[in-house]
């Protein structure tokens, strides 16, 4: 009876997705990238030892759709605000972000802040936070896109979204515009479905793909960053073979087979190893939401860490000597826990249960990697000092130029997380209460910017930094008068 059941039920689900695929139509979704014929003509961002400064400062936005990206902008208004002295002269803290990154939500603020910089962050809000972004994509649930779901994958392809970020917030700009800027380095997450890990659009996965990462969209990068599945079909990037002459790093070969790398490393470079080593069989990555392997974006800076034969990398010799403060924010737009199923006997139901699972995933991932990615940073300061204090003066001068006001020991590093509760206890409620959506009314757009405001405004390890760099630069302020 059983069996009879389980072949009578199969039968009836493929009657359905018959009918139902029948209604699906064809897709969009040829890859987002082209080739490249030499790594040679790869672009990226010119690293030299102008990059960074005596004070270096880095972001990484979390996703959470519309949620995140309007979070987030209030943290970068609020950054926006304060001015400290560095050995260039007096700035203000945006002028000063060398590193960003991005998943999903907190994609498109970073993409966007990267390409326009900060004379471009008066207009973000009325290009994008104003709008209903969900114009981009289809949101109702119909026999259509039951059909896609089941047939493709998601309800929708890459003909919309991608096209309303292109034409409402990027311009058309590639990864050329980015690297055009020089700076801030920035980093778009999405996820490899296959491999599992996260796909981070930068030179080094497009070298091992022979791919030109300078001529894909940013529009695209961030509709891939921001494929939430089911509501997306996965985004293809081509695997272009070898005939470019591009190859895995060789920190991330050994990493892929040494059973003391860590298992993020392990993880990266055997999904690069399986780019490079059989291109026909893995000729299309498939893209999804960042979120799912790496929800603030702080993949590719733990990588970058893990080369540990020189003790300054991802940073040159030249950076490591200048460098005084580093100060890194990882802005959560994550909320809190929410759902009235807890107070019943009975089970959340399917769809909601998905939604369950799902964040019960990313959350658990969330903090796992924020720890992770605290205590690379800690070691990194440590190698770091180590390094510099190990340098004799001629080597010191030939890096750095002079030995006036050189200490070498002084370095330090500061490491934050910028979430909801920084914002206090009248505007957490408020902000947990915001639905992941591309679209949300301008009140509640107000409460998120003033929240990522607040919140970092009332940030331990911020104030913490503004008030040490305020009273290094007086002493040394009083310094210079009693030369």
Sequence with gaps: ?????????????????????????????????????????????????????STVVGVAFSGGGMRASAFSYGVLSELDRYEIQTDRGP?????????????????????????KGREGLPAFRTRFLDRDAEQGFDTDINLTSIARILQDGGANDRSKFPRWLDE?????????????????????????????????????????????????????????????????????????????????????????????SPATLQASGAALMRYRGDPDRYRYVKLLDGGLTDNFGIHSLAIARSERDRPYMPMTAEQAVRVNRFLYMVVDAGRGPAGDWQRSIDSPGGVEIASIVTDVAIDSGVYKGYD?????????????????CSLSSGEVLKLRGTLQGWRCADVTFSVGRVTFA??????????????????????????????????????????NFIGKAARRDLSASLARSFD
């Design 168 to 260: 409402n917030v990027f311009d058309g700009a590639t990864y050329a515009s980015l690297f055009a800027r020089k700076r801030p380095l920035v980093w778009i997450a999405a996820s490899d479905i296959y491999s599992r890990v996260p796909f981070v659009f930068e030179p080094i996965t497009f070298n091992v793909l022979c791919s030109d990462l300078s001529k894909v969209k940013l529009s695209e990068a961030v509709a891939a960053s921001a494929a939430v599945p089911g509501v997306f079909i996965p985004m293809n990037v081509e695997n272009f073979g070898a005939g470019c002459g591009g190859k895995v790093p060789q920190f991330m070969q050994r990493g892929a087979v040494s059973d003391t």
């Design 372 to 388: 992770y990615f605290t205590a690379i940073m800690k070691d990194w300061q440590a190698d770091l000092r180590r390094w510099r």
């Design 422 to 463: 920084d914002a206090g206890p009248d505007l957490k409620p408020l902000l947990d209460q915001v639905p992941t959506r591309f679209k949300l009314d301008p009140a509640t757009i107000d409460v998120l910017v003033t929240g990522g405001e607040t919140a970092l405004r009332n940030n331990t390890t911020f104030r």
């Design 1 to 53: 009876m059983v069996a009879f059941r389980s072949r009578w039920t199969g039968a009836l689900l493929a009657v359905a997705t018959t009918a139902l695929t029948a209604c699906a139509g064809a897709v969009f979704n040829d890859p987002i990238n082209e080739p490249i014929a030499s790594v040679a003509d790869q672009g990226g961002w010119p690293l030299g030892p102008d990059q960074f400064g």
């Design 91 to 115: 700035r203000r803290m945006t002028e000063m972000v060398d590193l960003i990154s991005g998943v999903s939500g907190g994609s498109v603020t970073a993409a966007y802040f990267g390409l």
